[in-house]
């Protein structure tokens, strides 16, 4: 009993130490503020998401000329003063085209990402906690989803469906579906086999308050990186049907349509689709960019807190 006290008031004296010695024990939230200052990862993929977000906001301050107004007497101009981004081939500005583009790629991830995340986590935290035949169910109808490639099934829920803005957030996010159900259900399972869910079931709580208060509140880090990265693949998605001539229907800005416009120049006019590439290019590595840091940020085993608290130990 008395080496057991003694082991006690060293381990004590040794987090007194430690706290003396860095003046105070840092809180929770603290911490994750410093982790994050600390990851390059996050903070550039935050300034060039806040710089996307902040070009798209005021796309109609930020736009020299009409997007959609055809000037055939300025017709393939290289970049200059009067237009940044030079013209396309019916005089339009691309610059201007490209803002507004980035109003309708970013209004797309976030729809998309939306409905993908509430609809397939939904199903995939149900799936995960009920189990049994709805399990069974639903994963074979995602493993079948999963068959085709994201691209090829919005493709098929377009033609179906038509051209528009709306029907392409709907077939994306459809195609989108599975990944998040996929995710989420590997995760609940996992949560669900805790210590502090099989005792809120043995005290007698519903199964809607175990889910509420204890699953989906668990669940929620893996989410937050999925939908970084969804974004993403959303943008290239709808940029990739916007260039097939499936998407958003000309003459709306988008900068699948500008490269579009631009590929039959590539020899004499490369700065069409180049910068409108471009502007995909730098959007898609800043939300990549920002899905890595918050997969460091979330994951323990990422963050190597352990190897510094064994370091301090030593």
């Known amino acids: 009993m008395t080496a057991r006290a003694a082991e006690c008031r060293a381990s004590v004296g040794d987090v007194v130490g430690a706290v003396a010695r860095t003046g105070s024990a840092p809180s929770g939230a603290g911490r994750v503020r410093a ?18 977000v902040f070009v798209a906001l005021l796309a109609p301050v930020l736009a020299t000329h009409d997007p959609i107004a055809n000037n055939l ?46 609809g397939g986590a939904g199903v995939g935290v149900l ?41 392409v957030m709907v077939a994306v996010a459809v195609a989108f579906l599975p990944r998040f159900a996929r995710v989420q259900r590997a995760v609940t399972l996992t949560v669900r086999e805790r210590d502090f869910v099989v005792a809120a079931v043995a005290l007698g709580s519903t199964d809607w308050r175990v889910l ?8 929620l880090a893996p989410v937050f990186v999925l939908i970084s990265v969804s974004a993403a693949d959303a943008i290239l998605v709808e940029s990739s049907l916007s260039f097939l001539g499936l ?12 490269i579009s416009d631009g590929r039959s120049l590539l020899q004499n006019a490369p700065w069409i689709s180049g910068l409108s590439g471009a502007a995909i290019m730098v959007t898609v590595l800043g939300l990549n960019l920002l899905g890595d840091g918050l997969r460091d940020l979330l994951d323990p085993t990422l963050r190597g807190e352990g190897v510094e608290v064994r370091k301090e130990q030593a």
């Open 127 to 167: 799936s995960g906690y009920f189990g049994g035949r709805l399990d069974l169910l639903t994963m074979r109808a995602v493993d079948t989803m999963l068959a085709f490639p994201a691209l090829l099934l919005a493709l098929a829920v377009m033609a179906g469906l038509g051209s528009s803005l709306l029907n």
């Open 73 to 118: 007497v300025e017709r393939i101009q290289s970049p200059s003063r009067a237009h940044l981004f030079g013209t396309d081939d019916f005089g339009r500005d691309v610059w201007s085209r490209v803002v507004w583009g980035a109003r309708v790629s970013l209004l797309v991830a976030l729809i998309v990402v939306g409905i993908a995340a509430l």
């Open 212 to 219: 509420t208060r204890h699953v989906i509140p668990n669940c």
């Open 35 to 52: 982790r994050i200052r600390r990851s390059v990862a996050i903070s550039a993929g935050g300034v060039v998401l806040a710089t996307v």
């Open 247 to 258: 998407g958003v229907q000309p003459p709306a800005p988008t900068w699948g349509a500008v």
